[in-house]
């Protein structure tokens, strides 16, 4: 079947400027959650999503970052008045339920790169 | 503070010989582990996981160890091929706080020479 994916797989925005992420996680996955990987760094973790509620939102940098998740399925990320220490490649993973041990599948991701 | 290490950014391992990935954690609430594989402009893809009640899970030329005492685990690649150059990152997860938390180390950049 279908994997995660991720649209768009690259971006270039300018500073200040907003932008708009999104997945789409495997189908009748329950859990969803997105990371940034800055260029030399480790997976760092900013939301996850169990159905649409989002019971863990510690990893999100700033309140210029939100995510929200509908019907289950697709999920947006929004960086709003983006600074050039956002660049980075954006990754979405979804699981099965999320709830505990569980095999996270991941998309390719988005290249966000603001100038 | 990082929770979960892996203190080798990289590996140089001849064709055939095996490769061993190093990965430790800091908190004992982690109760899965698992690994994965990441090439250039990719998402990272799963490739083996085991649970904090056995010490040792198989998958062909993949093995993963758990030492619980010592909050430490690897990979053994073994032969370890051309192909199987990539970036590898350990994760480790378990409960806090109510919800089910996943934390992935830095990555070991892995580089097989034919």
Redesign the interface.
């Known amino acids: 079947g279908a994997g995660v994916s991720q649209s768009p797989s690259n971006k270039v925005t300018e500073k200040g400027k907003d932008v708009e992420l999104r997945c789409d996680p495997i189908s009748g996955h329950t859990a969803l959650y997105w990371y940034r990987q800055r260029l030399g760094q480790g997976l760092e973790f900013l939301i996850y999503f169990q159905g649409n509620s989002a019971p863990d939102k510690s990893g999100l940098p700033s309140d210029r970052f939100s995510a929200e998740r509908t019907g289950e399925s697709v999920s947006t990320l929004t960086i709003q008045r983006t600074q050039q220490e956002d660049s980075a490649v954006y990754l979405c993973a979804s699981s099965l339920w999320g709830a505990g041990p569980d095999t996270q599948y991941f998309g390719p991701g988005t290249r966000l790169t603001v100038l | 503070d990082q929770q979960v290490k892996?203190n080798s950014p990289s590996l140089s391992v001849q064709e055939g010989r095996i490769s061993i990935l190093n990965c430790d954690y800091t908190n004992s609430m982690f109760?899965?582990f698992?690994w994965?594989k990441k090439y250039p402009?990719?998402?990272?893809?799963?490739l083996i996981?085991i649970?904090s009640i056995k010490d040792k899970n198989e998958d062909g030329r993949f093995t993963v160890f758990l030492n619980k005492s010592a909050k430490h685990l690897s990979l053994h690649i073994v032969p370890s091929q051309p192909g199987d150059s990539a970036v590898y990152?350990c994760?480790a997860?378990g409960?806090e706080a109510?919800?089910?938390?996943?934390?992935?180390?830095?990555?070991t950049r892995l580089k097989v020479l034919a």
Do not use: V
């Open positions: 892996q109760d899965y698992l994965y402009a990719e998402g990272p893809t799963f996981s649970s990152f994760a997860s409960r109510g919800t089910y938390k996943y934390i992935f180390g830095t990555g």
